[in-house]
């Protein structure tokens, strides 16, 4: 008998980083990026099996829904853990048997111990155990994968046709898994390994063909943890991804995640150019030496990292970049050093964060054997939601609080004015060769034709940028018009970044104030130990 499966998507918080729905509106999109987890997943159900898939980013989810389905499969990430919890809830209200999987399960699985079932771990060797586990009438479960052994030439082709294109600004691929580095905060190597496994040449090929075959045209993200972590199987890939793109008339253009080293690989470099590689994100994290060494992110060292960045935009390319406060290897302000770091660079789109202890890392590892950890570190209250930038710091810091909380307020206050960002992207624009490119975005592609409409809408809606970003605009125009695209989208995510620096410095003062206001006391996690001591 078939079984319905209503699988569901949930709401990420609001209050993030990377949310920048203002962005997608823009174009007509609803939100940045498609569940590939989920339809990865859908495509393992059996083919009876009758799927439904509701996105809480994008679409309501109602009572009817909930009332089709035998069966509601929930996925999610540590920045979607409220509404992921809040769903059990729902489910089992209406009566419906729950499975739970994805990053913040697998990292923290006591957290969704109401659910009927956990998939931990990556699923393409054990979802099998669930599915005949389901099919023998059983309703409760827990499915463990081994980790780092999952040969993920076995992932099958995703669902794409669950998805509805026309919701998102773009749509995911995955080439690969795992990265060789050891950082000391990242879950990417407890969750996936330090040696990447690469799907085959020909799974790559059949994805963007599906996708193609779909209608969908725009930007594709290579959701890889780090797309050059193994060189071997990637280098050979790019030159026919260069020809399947001439074959089909450059339908995609494509964005990922890679370490800073990638500015070491002059042929890599060029054959993204050549791929139509238009953005690359880049862990930076700080400018001191003695930082990235205790973080272990030696790749980051012995290098002149804005020259490595600057490297990157020359093959046309723009980088958006991670930068990180809290570490204990920070004896003094940094705020002007880092500040004057992110100018030297002239990365538009800075994603800057408190060091946040996530859960299962070599971090909180240590923290917690020092005896510093906070209590509950690994739970997303609903009253406080936020992301590394509103609630980093889970941890007692070895600098007083209140001097890295003022150092953050201090760089976000420098790097996010209009008149900042728009200088980081004249001097960013400058230096891109966007040459031998497709000069127009494929037919059917929803950015298609809002170049100029973009920025019009965007001095609309934040009036403050007008002066700075029309003046780089018109000189843009000018010097490099071929730039020109890349820049107006960087500038359509100041419609989020913009406001969200202003929301998060108003959550740092509120910080701010509380540590003012507070009695003098000992730390936190020490004041949890004393507490327990107390009460054996």
Known sequence: MSTRVLMIYPRFIPNSFWNYTEACELVGAKYPAAPLGLITIAAMLPKDWDIRLINRNTEELTDADLNWADLIMIGGMLNQQPDFLYLIELAHLHGKPVCVGGPDVSSSPHLYAAADFQVIGEAEH???DFIAAWECGERTGKFVAEKFKIDIT????????LLKFEHYLYIGIQFSRGCPFTCEFCDIIELYGRVPRTKTQEQIFAELQALYDAGYRGHVDFVDDNFIGNRKHVR?????????????????EFTTEASINLADDDDMLQSMKDANFFGVFVGIESPDPETLIQMRKKQNTKRNIAESIHKIYSHGMFVTAGFILGFDSEKVSVATSMTDFIEETSVPVCMVGLLYALPGTQLTRRLEKEGRLHQGHDIMRVERAGDQCTLGCNFDTKRPLKDILTDYKVVLGNVFTPEAYAGRLKRMAAMMDRSGRPKQLADGDIRKGHGIDVLYKIMQKLPEVRGPFWKTFVEISKSNPEALRPIVTLMAMYLHLGPFSKHVIGEIDRRIAEIDAAPAMVPPAAAYREAAVASA
């Open 126 to 128: 054990i979802m099998k």
């Open 154 to 161: 076995q992932s099958p082709l995703p669902r794409y046709d």
């Open 236 to 252: 050979p890939m790019m030159p026919k991804l260069k020809e399947w793109l001439e074959q089909h008339d450059y339908p995609f």
